[in-house]
């Protein structure tokens, strides 16, 4: 049989098929023997399975797993150590449709150079992004719109929404719809009270399940798939808010930002930073006018902060 893992808790994999009906299945012994470099099984992966037709539950055994079209991954913490060489990659959710990246305009004041950072992972995994700039019904909509209006221009989708004055919800909803989508907020950004406005009792299930996704690797930590009324699914993943980036090197990154990527063949150098060297179409798109400062700063911070781990790591 076919499924979809909507659940992974310790082990165990909740496997839902396109009839509906729910499975719980487990490894062979062949599939986890295998040495890995990456989650063998994750929630969002599509799955064939046996049912155990001796058991009296609906389980089963997992027999092999679809290539993946696209992950949010990270690399598996060691410990306090930072590894960008880390050959370990934890997958967080496979085969998202789409990431919603939720800010506040206000309280607690939005952070662009995170929101650059978590781009670059979107990018990385070729996978789509939504941005929703949340609470601006703190009188701020205009300053949301100078503030966040760069990431519309370079050709990021921008939904501005507000809970109290039910600004945007049916957009954000339409959005979601038929979609598995990932949800990631800092804390206060009001990201439960958005989901309970799209399906009643949404956000605080999603925020039960990120409280213990969210736990340390020693202790029991799961991921779900929360189903949504009319098709589609939610998943919330607290492990990207500070994403150590999988298998990016720093010569790469400016492949991920899409305003600068675009110039890059224009360098006189083949491996231009951007830093310095004479013939950069970058640093001449900054002085034009062309290019955001404030992103092309994040992306100075970026490479340096690998260039960085790359040195401590050899």
Known sequence: MQGLVIKAISGFYTVVTAA???YVCRLPGKLKRAWQVSDIVAVGDHVVFTPDEASDGQTGLV????????????????????????DQEQVLVANPDQVIFV???RTPEPSLRKLDRLLVMAERSNLPVIICVNKIDLGAEEEAQTLFGVYEQIGYPVLYTSVTRQIGIEA???????KISVFS???????????????????????AVSKATGKGL????????????????????PGIRGVALYDIEAEELDAYFVDIAPLV?????????????????????LADGQLSPQRYDSYLRLREEHETLHQMAY
């Open 20 to 22: 509906g009906e729910t």
């Open 63 to 86: 027999d092999s797993v679809a290539e993946r079209e696209r992950v949010i991954s990270r690399t598996r913490p060691s410990g306090n150590n930072r590894q960008v060489t880390a």
């Open 103 to 105: 800010f506040a305009i």
């Open 172 to 178: 954000l909803r339409e959005r979601l719809l038929g």
């Open 185 to 207: 907020g800092s804390s206060g950004v009001g990201k439960s009270s958005l989901l309970n406005s799209v399906q009643p009792d949404l956000g605080r299930r999603v925020s």
């Open 218 to 237: 020693h202790t029991t930590r799961y991921s779900e798939l929360i189903p949504l009324e009319g098709g589609g699914y939610v998943a919330d993943t």
């Open 265 to 285: 063949p224009q360098c006189q150098f083949s491996n231009c930073t951007h830093k310095h060297e004479p013939g950069c179409a970058v640093r001449q798109a």
